[in-house]
């Protein structure tokens, strides 16, 4: 069974920092392309950032110079470092597996940042 466990979400003020992380289990994690997601209310989900199997990275432009994406093959886990963060970035954040036609979701952690 596949899953992938958000944690790290949280309320946090205006220029904070807040790191997200996922675990990953039954998957094969390191072939997988990884990625955050995330959805604000009355919004479409959009990528926020994406890491290849190889440790490409690709970031949302609103988030670039602030967010960095990174994994550890070993743990199965996928992290998000969010620095300076704005009241724009307040959403659910969701963990993503991709793997050609396979993809999954993690159930998504709240990160609300207050100004």
């Known amino acids: 069974q596949v899953q992938l466990v958000e944690s790290g979400g949280g309320l946090v003020q205006f220029g904070g920092s807040l790191r997200l992380s996922c675990a990953a289990s039954?998957?094969?994690?390191?072939?997988?392309?990884m990625g955050w997601y995330r959805q604000a209310p009355g919004e479409q989900r959009e990528l926020v950032a994406a890491?290849?199997?190889?440790?490409?990275?690709n970031y949302a432009e609103s988030v670039k110079g602030r967010f960095t994406i990174s994994r550890d093959n070993a743990k199965k886990m996928v992290y998000l470092q969010m620095n300076s963060l704005k009241s724009d970035d307040t959403a659910v954040y969701y963990c993503?597996?991709?793997?050609?036609?396979?993809?999954?979701w993690g159930q998504g952690t709240q990160v609300t940042v207050s100004s």
């Open positions: 993503n597996a991709v793997l050609r036609l396979e993809q999954y």
């Open positions: 039954g998957i094969m994690f390191s072939i997988y392309n």
């Open positions: 890491i290849t199997s190889g440790g490409s990275t």
